[in-house]
């Protein structure tokens, strides 16, 4: 088993610190990369060392992977960890970091190849029997218009190489289908540098659901307790809780299963997340794979216990999961984790750059913030708004909403707008209250607002 020494982290912001905190735990030094815009950042001031990369655009700074190979390279550095987004489910990537002998704290190319990419993980799936929305088996070329009729309306158009909501559209009508095909494929090229796009069968008012998996380079392949991922804003995700009040310990068992059976027919190694669709009738559809960590990882740690970071390093380094199959699907009380965004909801959560003048984090029991900001620093346009992930643990669902509300209601920020009012109306929603959530919640909401401010 290799023991690394150093390990440079492919990322910015609160995953980078994340990252850094673990490795310091384990006793392996850290080096942070940044561009120009971050140089301020908490993960450049945490890590043992820090490398300027290039300018404020991540397609000069963190999307350059020779710039950041070079920087593993010059620094020492045995390893790479890719965070999630940016380079975190590249290939060539991954395949550049091991040409250059540096190890990638992720799955082979091979791995990112076949399940990363959504057209190739469908057809996996069905090969080994696990349900998929029907959809292309390919990504879609010039007959787009025949192969979205062949799927039918209403669809999803869906960026094959990447996850987080980008390249992602929703279309009705056939009118539709040429623009938002174009915008999707458009966000996907910005996004992945790839525009592939594969079209989708949309499920009405479906329950998201993801099981969190771990496999080492011996075999060994765990399931953890699904995640109930349903809250979202234009398929990005605002909510994450662990258990999900829709799923039952049989249903439980059959998506552990169908996630495990994915996992070992691609042979692949190190942490990942397989996502389904639950539809209102209890079916349970294959959605993608995640081939790396999830920003949402930290309701799974609080109900199992584990450090999912350790256990990528872990597998890394060729070492074996620390967890056996029957105490990784164990739950111990309930996790739900809130998207703090530096987003003016007022506004059509438009994004809010800018310096923060007051920063003021909840604490007490059962209270997690993962987090990059502090008073006085200055939020960048470039990157991706979050500002912090606020995670509440408690013995049930209620409780932890219960103090959920406490939290939100310590956490003070000034000089920029963010989400916390929404967050605060979301727990307050009966729907979510109950626990009956779809992907459509959101949306429901908004329109309620709307109907409410036109009866004044």
């Not at 020494?5 to 609160?14: D, F, H, M, P, Y």
């Not at 292309?136 to 209403?154: I, L, M, Q």
């Not at 699904?226 to 809250?231: A, I, K």
């Not at 779809?438 to 409410?452: H, P, V």
Request: glycine share 8%; net charge neutral.
């Amino acid at each position: 088993m290799t023991q690394f020494t150093k390990v440079l982290i492919a990322n910015r912001g609160e995953i980078a610190l994340r990252v850094i905190r673990t490795l310091r735990e384990m006793g392996i030094k850290s080096v942070a990369v940044y561009s120009e815009a971050d140089r301020t950042s908490m993960h450049v001031r945490e890590a043992d060392e820090a490398v300027c990369i290039g300018p404020a655009p991540a397609r000069g700074s963190y999307l350059d992977r020779n710039a950041i190979i070079s920087a593993a390279l010059n620094t020492g550095a045995q390893a790479i960890h890719p965070g999630y987004g940016f380079l975190s489910e590249n290939s060539d990537f991954s395949k550049a970091a091991s040409d250059a002998g540096l190890t990638f704290i992720g799955p082979r190319p091979e791995a990112i190849e076949l399940l990363g990419y959504k057209s190739t993980a469908r057809a996996l799936a069905t090969s080994h029997g696990v349900p998929i929305t029907p959809g292309t088996r390919d990504c879609v070329g010039k007959d787009f218009e025949k192969e979205a009729a062949k799927v039918g309306y209403p669809l999803m158009i869906k960026a094959a190489a990447g996850g987080g909501g980008k390249g992602m559209r929703i279309v009705r009508e056939p009118s539709q289908l040429k623009h938002e095909l174009h915008m999707a494929q458009n966000e996907a090229r910005a996004s992945f540098s790839d525009d592939g796009v594969y079209f989708e069968r949309y499920v009405e008012r479906p329950r998201h659901v993801e099981i969190q998996i771990a496999a080492d380079q011996h075999g060994n392949v765990v399931a953890f307790p699904e995640r109930d991922c349903s809250v979202q804003r234009r398929h990005q995700k605002l909510v994450e809780e662990s258990p999900s009040s829709a799923v039952n310990h049989g249903l439980r068992q059959k998506l552990a299963a169908a996630a495990i059976n994915l996992v070992k027919a691609s042979k692949y190694y190190g942490v990942g997340t397989v996502e389904f669709l639950l539809d209102r009738d209890g079916n349970y559809y294959f959605m993608e794979v995640n081939t790396r960590l999830q920003v949402e990882h930290p309701v799974t740690e609080l109900v199992t216990g584990m450090d999912l970071v350790r256990e990528q390093i872990i597998i890394a380094q060729g070492g074996e999961l620390t967890v056996t199959p029957e105490k990784a699907l164990k739950i111990y009380g309930h996790a739900i984790e809130h998207r703090i965004n530096a987003e003016d909801p007022d506004r059509s959560f438009a994004p809010c750059p800018g310096m923060v003048t007051e920063w003021c984090v909840p604490g007490g029991p059962g209270v997690r913030v993962d987090t990059h900001v502090y008073e006085g620093y200055i939020i960048p346009s470039y990157y991706d708004s979050l500002m912090a992930k606020l995670i509440l643990w408690a013995p049930t669902r209620e409780l932890a909403m219960q103090r959920g509300l406490r939290a939100l209601g310590e956490f003070h920020v000034g000089g920029v707008k963010t989400t916390i009012p929404f967050h605060q109306k979301i727990l307050q929603n009966a729907e979510f209250m109950s626990g009956q959530v779809d992907t459509g919640l959101i949306s429901r909401m908004a329109e309620a607002e709307l109907a409410s401010a036109a009866r004044k």
